[in-house]
């Protein structure tokens, strides 16, 4: 009887350990439901500027429905992690374009002086110096550099300076422009700027000259 009892014990707790084993498994084995990605979400701004947030795929169909221009304007936002996205316009797109373009080009501007050079001449100096000064100032145009000038002398020496300044200003019209000019104290001061596509605007008057050259040789037909 207690043999009975003892063997009933064991199996109902074998089946018991079983259960929680075959339960716990079931559970475990559960297939657990992915998170949504949203790899391709972006920020999508309208032609009137609306904001929506939708996936990379439904945005080039309703820019392909509605004959919008879809154009990237930001790679990733620092705050959504989502780049964003634009609806243009033919309009839009090429107004957008010209401001790039003039962006670009006002940076290329800037860019184009590669450094500052000082020349100082004294009022004194012989004309053939001046001009030994003018081909100097001239090479460092070429090579887009602003050159700043100084030409010291007395108090009563303004005369010479200002046509040493002469003798500058006309044989270097063509290279550089002058600017900031000033008198401070007994020096008279100024900057010469490389002129901008100095060689195309030269390689243009060149040819425009040949072309002429041409048209004179020919004679009536």
Not at 13 to 40: M, Q
Not at 63 to 82: G, N
Not at 144 to 154: A, L, M, R, T
Not at 174 to 189: D, E, F, T
Request: proline share 2%; charged share 35%.
């Amino acid at each position: 009887m207690k043999m009975n009892k003892l063997v009933s014990l064991f199996m109902t707790k074998r089946l018991f350990e079983i259960r929680s084993i075959t339960t716990r498994i079931a559970i475990d084995g559960k297939d657990v439901p992915k998170k949504k990605e949203y790899e391709n979400r972006i920020t999508l701004i309208g032609p009137d500027n609306s904001v929506s947030i939708t996936d990379f795929k439904n945005a080039q169909n309703l820019s392909t429905r509605r004959e919008l221009k879809l154009v990237k304007i930001q790679d990733a936002d620092s705050k959504t992690r989502r780049p964003i996205y634009k609806l243009m316009t033919n309009a839009q797109y090429h107004e957008e374009e010209l401001a790039r373009r003039k962006e670009k080009q006002a940076a290329s501007d800037n860019n184009t002086i590669k450094g500052q050079k000082l020349i100082t001449l004294s009022s004194r100096i012989a004309d053939h110096d001046v001009m030994t000064g003018v081909k100097k100032m001239g090479k460092l145009l070429e090579k887009q550099y602003e050159v700043k000038v100084v030409i010291s002398g007395d108090e009563n020496e303004q005369t010479k300076m200002e046509r040493i300044y002469t003798i500058i200003e006309k044989n270097l019209k063509s290279s550089g422009r002058i600017v900031q000019k000033r008198i401070k104290g007994n020096n008279l001061r100024f900057q010469l700027v490389p002129m901008k596509d100095n060689n195309d605007q030269s390689k243009k008057e060149t040819d425009s000259g040949q072309n002429n050259n041409n048209n004179d040789d020919k004679g009536p037909l």
